[in-house]
């Protein structure tokens, strides 16, 4: 079956723009995830959803940094006044239920802040 | 709060050897434990997890970890290495002892893995 996708797979944005990531999650997975890698380096984990639930937003950086998804399906990262410190590859990955299964990742959406 | 440790940024091995990637963690119960593997310019993918059991766990291209409560570490092994290992490890945790099971799963720093041949 189809896996997380991703869009868009890159994405470059000058400084001060606001940018929007979109991620599908497999289908029937509970849990999603954003996580943030810069090059080469480990997960920074944003924000997690589980179910209807309210989201874990522990990891956003800053305010300005928001996510949400909609129908329990589809989640959107919005990223308004984009900073260069904020290039990076940010990934989703989804799960059957948060922390019993494994997560499953996206191939990622390569921000690029000039 | 549950927290996972990778102690080594970098492993070498020659090609044929056996390999170790270290993890360890720090739960207030018991843990699920899990590793994932990153190869050059693709998606991360789970290698393997731990849940109960047999504390030896085997998974995907012929790794295995070695659950050790005593000394709460997870490290993932392999008998022979391949070049087409070398990739970033990331090993991760989740407390099932928390009573909220919303609850995430946090990742480690990650270790890269240089098979030499």
């Known amino acids: 079956g189809a896996g997380v996708s991703q869009s868009p797979s890159n994405k470059v944005t000058e400084k001060g723009k606001d940018v929007e990531l979109r991620c599908d999650p497999i289908s029937g997975h509970t849990a999603l995830y954003w996580y943030r890698q810069s090059l080469g380096q480990g997960l920074e984990f944003l924000i997690y959803f589980q179910g209807n639930s309210a989201p874990d937003k522990s990891g956003l950086p800053s305010d300005r940094f928001s996510a949400e998804r909609t129908g329990g399906s589809v989640s959107t990262l919005t990223i308004q006044r984009t900073q260069q410190e904020d290039s990076a590859v940010y990934l989703c990955?989804?799960?059957?239920?948060?922390?019993?299964?494994?997560?499953?990742f996206g191939p990622g959406t390569r921000l690029t802040v000039t | 709060a549950q927290s996972v440790a990778q102690p080594e940024d970098q492993v070498n091995v020659a090609e044929g050897n056996p390999l170790t990637v270290k993890c360890t963690y720090s739960v207030s119960g018991n843990p699920y434990l899990f590793w994932y593997v990153q190869y050059p310019n693709r998606g991360l993918q789970f290698l393997l997890k731990y849940i109960t059991g047999d504390n030896l766990v085997k998974g995907s291209y012929g790794f295995e970890a070695e659950f050790n409560k005593s000394q709460t570490s997870f490290h993932l092994k392999k008998p022979s290495a391949l070049v087409s290992d070398s990739a970033l490890y990331f090993c991760?945790?989740?407390?099932?002892?928390?009573?909220?099971?919303?609850?995430?799963?946090?990742f480690g720093k990650g270790t890269r893995l240089h098979i030499l041949p």
């Open positions: 990955a989804s799960s059957l239920l948060a922390g019993l299964y494994e997560q499953y």
């Open positions: 991760a945790v989740r407390d099932i002892a928390t009573r909220n099971r919303d609850d995430k799963i946090i």
